[in-house]
């Protein structure tokens, strides 16, 4: 069975501070895909980021940053400088070629005061 | 903006009402998703439809009622709802390709719905 752990419930960060929110997978798969997803509070989920489980690099885009490492089972988020807008929850998912259907984490609220 | 639309945006019913959920997308997905989710909760998966035909229902009560009529419409229809199924209905649609690779799902913004 599939697994995410977000293990973070609820982080508070002051405006221009780094945060890094955590995500710990579990699959017996080998061919795997994994997600971040934003929910701001108008309820629709944005796409952040897609990575298969062939490729380790770690990718940046902008003030956000993503490392992916399987010896660890881990796909970690970080925003750099975070700002008010970043205030949202946010979930780490997995997907697997079989179902193509999404397992969440139980997501993490970001809240960043100004 | 979205380019997945669900409507209602709200939707309060008795529990002996009919009413039905709305989704429509027009990026040409062949995979679209019906998710619930509860406050404070992640989302959980309800139905994938692929390439029109049901491919997963994760032991949903009939109650619950999906529908696609083509590949650019998800109908979710509902009778004899209960109390406890007062949730966000999220949508969503993937390229949905039958070969290797898995396409990020696009999702509206939901179905607020109460049942009274």
């Known amino acids: 069975a599939q697994k995410v752990t977000q293990a973070q419930t609820e982080i508070s960060v002051v405006e221009k501070e780094d945060v890094t929110l955590d995500c710990v997978y579990e699959t017996r798969d080998t061919t795997y895909y994994l997600f971040w997803y934003k929910q701001p509070p108008s309820g629709e989920l944005v796409f952040l980021i897609r990575r298969n489980s062939f490729d380790e690099q770690n990718e940046i885009s902008g003030r956000y940053s993503w490392n992916f490492q399987k010896s660890t089972s881990s796909f970690n988020f970080t925003i750099t400088a975070s700002q008010v807008v970043d205030s949202a929850v946010y979930f780490c998912?997995?997907?697997?070629?079989?179902?193509?259907?999404?397992?969440f984490g139980s997501g993490t609220r970001l809240q960043v005061q100004p | 903006d979205t380019e997945v639309t669900q409507t209602p945006k709200h939707l309060v019913m008795g529990m002996t009402n009919k009413k039905s959920l709305k989704c429509e997308q027009h990026m040409g997905h062949r995979a679209m998703y019906w998710y619930k989710q509860k406050a404070k909760k992640p989302p959980e998966l309800m139905f994938v439809y692929s390439y029109e035909k049901l491919s997963i229902n994760e032991s949903v009560p009939s109650r619950f009622s999906p529908e696609c009529p083509n590949s650019s419409l998800l109908n979710l229809h509902l009778h004899a709802l209960q109390p406890e199924d007062s949730a966000l209905y999220l949508c969503?649609?993937?390229?949905?390709?039958?070969?290797?690779?898995?396409?990020?799902?696009?999702f509206g913004e939901g179905s607020r719905l109460t049942v009274l």
């Open positions: 969503a649609s993937s390229q949905g390709t039958r070969g290797d690779g898995a396409g990020e799902l696009f």
């Open positions: 998912a997995l997907m697997d070629t079989g179902r193509r259907a999404l397992t």
